[in-house]
Antibody, heavy 123, light 108 residues
Framework: QVQLVESGGGLVNPGGSLRLSCAAS????????MSWFRQAPGKGLEWVSS????????YYADSVKGRFTISRDNAKNSLYLQMNSLRAEDTAVYYC????????????????WGQGTMVTVSS | EIVLTQSPGTLSLSPGARVTLSCRAS???????LAWYQQKLGQAPRLLIY???SRATGIPDRFSGSGSGTDFTLTISRLEPEDFAVYYC?????????FGQGTRLEIK
């Protein structure tokens, strides 16, 4: 079935780095924009970053620009988020999600979400 | 960026009740690119409504969306026990994508 599975979360010191992965299955990964979202404990949802189907167009929230890097490997059906210079305020559950419509841009509703992976930034 | 304000923050209702949740945007949402999600504790968001009023695949018809411009609503015609959760609106008409702060639906 259509599925996204995140991995790579954990506990990291402030200033440290972490790389999240999202494995996709059950659909043609290379046809869809993909995005990362996050949700701090007890808080709402925040968009983090998006990447076009071919990986050409990339967008970031101001809060992570210059520190996070989104990428994808369509041959491996995988999405990544490299997170550097991590701060306490980056502590959250990170979700990868797929846009609803193939071949369109990243401004869309998101119909498939992973289960999330927890990132905790603390000394 | 477009700020979405949801009201009320929390609602306490009984199963079988009809409920209307509000989402107000700080500026007009182009092409009514407004979605609603349901999130239960410890779970990922689930898409309910897109394009302001279109139900996503597999969503029961007791869920309906309406509105345009800056004012949108999600209506649940008759609450089932599994509907008690947090609901978020999301606009995708203009970058960056933004969400409302959520409305928590509690069992009375």
């Amino acid at each position: 079935q259509v599925q996204l599975v995140e991995s790579g979360g954990g506990l990291v010191n402030p200033g440290g780095s972490l790389r999240l992965s999202c494995a996709a299955s059950g659909f043609t990964f290379s046809e869809y924009y993909m995005s990362w979202f996050r949700q701090a404990p007890g808080k709402g949802l925040e968009w983090v970053s998006s990447i076009s189907s071919a990986g050409i167009s990339i967008y970031y929230a101001d809060s992570v620009k210059g520190r996070f890097t989104i990428s994808r490997d369509n041959a491996k059906n995988s999405l990544y988020l490299q997170m550097n210079s991590l701060r306490a305020e980056d502590t959250a559950v990170y979700y990868c999600a797929r846009v609803m419509h193939r071949f369109l841009h990243g401004l869309d509703a998101f119909d498939i979400w992973g289960q999330g992976t927890m990132v905790t930034v603390s000394s | 960026e477009i700020v979405l304000t949801q009201s009320p923050g929390t609602l306490s209702l009984s199963p079988g009740a009809r409920v209307t949740l509000s989402c107000r945007a700080s500026q007009s949402v182009s092409s009514n690119y407004l979605a609603w999600y349901q999130q239960k504790l410890g779970q990922a968001p689930r898409l309910l409504i897109y394009g302001a009023f279109s139900r996503a695949t597999g969503i029961p018809d007791r869920f309906s969306g309406s509105g345009s411009g800056t004012d949108f609503t999600l209506t649940i015609s008759r609450l089932e026990p599994e509907d008690f959760a947090v609901y978020y609106c999301q606009q995708y008409g203009r970058s960056p994508i933004t969400f409302g702060q959520g409305t928590r639906l509690e069992i009375k």
